[in-house]
């Protein structure tokens, strides 16, 4: 079983969540954490680690294997998410979008292995990217 974290600048974790749990019609309460960072907290940073480092701990005491998503590679939310996910059965994933968070929260309840179901979640959210001209510029193969 799997628990997700979502530390995010601004409020894009929090909305992220809530359109994938709207038109899945799932409630993930019990489930998931999210967190909002930026530039500006740099003297709150300790305290949110701390409270991040609950929340993952109290997951994994379930005998959960927690995902934490992040926006952006290399941004706050992300240094902050590296500092804490030294733990085997914790992994972060960057650059997240809406088919990536449907994608686990149908998987929610998998008995997958880490790494598979981060490969499942990476796959989901990069076949969900594309460009209409490309698309639409696809010839026909009879």
Known sequence: MYAYIFITHGNMGREILETAQKIME????DHCSVFSIDFSMAEKLDDIKAEIKGCLDCYLGKDR??????DLFGGSPSNVAYTIAKHENV???SGINLPMVMYSIEHLDSTKKLDEMVEG???SGAQNITSAKKLLNRKVVK
């Open 26 to 29: 799932e409630d993930l309460t």
């Open 65 to 70: 294997k927690v995902i934490i998503f992040v």
């Open 91 to 93: 992994d972060v994933v």
């Open 121 to 123: 979640i990476m796959k």
